[in-house]
């Protein structure tokens, strides 16, 4: 799956404005007429570009004078330690007329909200949290869609110096136990129901249930969705969001600085592999890796149109907001993205006039299998780039979105995680795209590809490393007072070396190519697969719908070898039959090599995916060998793993 003989690039920027991207005038003013150098000066002079980009991107504080201490060290490198700063008075230092949100709920709801109108809402409801007594510290929690409630929460909590987390509400009650049990948040904000495809789901009995099982609220506030007056009787002590007291018209919102390192934000992992754990993030590197993901790789600009399709439950969600430091409009969706027929998204982008059109790999794949054509039935011509996340974006879907969406469009795959709550490798607006990679490693990012003896290598597959400290590192995990559970999760591998758990591939480009995650990465005879090759091959065949492949410890009992087995959910009125079943084959051996060719191939109804979308690889090979799915809650649809229990396909 390494595709640099494909010389040509499918885009290239256009030289008659890409010396207006933010990112190219950034490189003029620190010097640089490459990308290519200006990383290399970002990781190599790292105090100079991160306080030089500070000042570029506009960021709202008290900077110091000390960039950088113990900068040898990770963990235990600190930035900016005499900055005081609030990461919520970025996002609402303008308050004027323009458009902060536009939300979209499915065909149900369509709201605007000006900036102006954002302020005093997020004014009115931190009176609330004052008065519930919230301050420096304390845990806001929001159980909630992709709602403009649900940025004015944070946004309230957060400029007190409190520490917002939040899951979507299609997770179980246990799910969300398993994440805000564990945080003890004294407030939380949920919803009384949502819509997907049409249907509304009722989440008052949930509601009640979490918050009866967490003595630590203080207040229940339940925004109505799908009902103005929603019964609260039995959810305890719950009000309506609608109820809280009005702000005073002239009322300011409070805004306490603190230090860069200060906890902002508490994500969860997957937690398909055990309880969630939970990651914190502060105010200084979110804030700052952001800008520089925003302005400078993503060329967001005041005025534009940033769309994400996410839930409050995946890192994007925080990511997305954050363009409101930018001074973009920002484009909220809550429902399903396959609505009207998978033309409701690309009916807001040609609506809203979108410039930015953030999704998932796989939605880019359905839609493609679903033979949309926006291109042709929309009007795009806002949008200048489309970003790809979630899982590897393979070269037939970078294929679809430039003969499908637009020519001229700047489609940025992009990879990182919860765990940096940003990208390591993404896009940029003054380099090519190139069929199947990842453009260009992050500004200030010492990204590299490491074998297994731990030494650099390029044009082959390793592991996904950062060999230098950066700002949005996480200031460790709650309930981790030793620091455990953080130094286990990414420097055991390599010593003092962050090892990510992607499998990866530096190209000629310098470009970047994801296989999959290393910990479900296949090793049949000792060679090591990534799934994403397997994949890549399968879902080209027009009757596969989509596909999931485990390494099964073969012979059973024994852990020295395994074997490749392949699931296939067909297209409706297909069958797995010999025929096709040995197509399957012939099309993997033929384009990568015989190890990849599975032993077994097995048709299943569904594929298990977690709420953001991804396939559980680990999960299903779980199932496979009889053993326990620690946290099933972590599963969109977790029934789907029953597909995947004593298929007698499997015992020989």
Known sequence: MTYASEAQPLWKPNPHIVGDTRMAVFMQATGHGRYADLWQWSVDQPEAFWSTLWDFCGAVGDKGRTVLVDGDKMPGARWFPEARLNYAENLLQNRDAGEALVF???DKVKRRMSRAELYAEVARFQQFLIAAGVGEGDRVAGYLPNLPETLIAMLAATALGAIWSSASPDFGVQGVFDRFGQIEPKVLICVDGYWYNGKPVDCLAKNAEVVARMPSLLKTVV???LNPRPALAGIAGAVNWNDLPPADAAAEVVIRRV???HPLFIMFSSGTTGVPKCIVHCHGGALLQHLKEHQLHSDVRPGDRLFYFTTCGWMMWNWLVSGLACGATLLLYDGSPFADGGKVLFDLAQAEKMTHFGTSAKFIDAAAKMGLTPGKTHDLGALRAMFSTGSPLSPEGFDWVYREIKQDILLASISGGTDIISCFVLGSPVLPVYRGEIQCRGLGMAVDVFNDDGNPVRSKKGELVCTKPFPVMPVGFWNDPDGAKYHAAYFERFDNI????????????DGMIIYGRSDATLNPGGVRIGTAEIYRQVEQLPEILESLVIGQAWPPGKNDDVRVVLFVRLQEGHILDASLTERIKKQIRDNTTPRHVPAKVVQVQDIPRTKSGKIVELAVRNVVQAQPVKNV?????PEALEFF??????AD
Request: glycine share 10%; net charge negative.
């Open 645 to 650: 229990r004593g298929r007698p396909e499997l």
């Open 498 to 509: 962050w090892c990510h758990g992607d499998f990866s591939e530096l190209t000629v480009h």
């Open 104 to 106: 979209w709920g499915e």
């Open 633 to 637: 809650e972590a599963l969109a649809n």
């Open 223 to 225: 925004v109505p969705y």
């Open 259 to 261: 230090a860069f390192d």
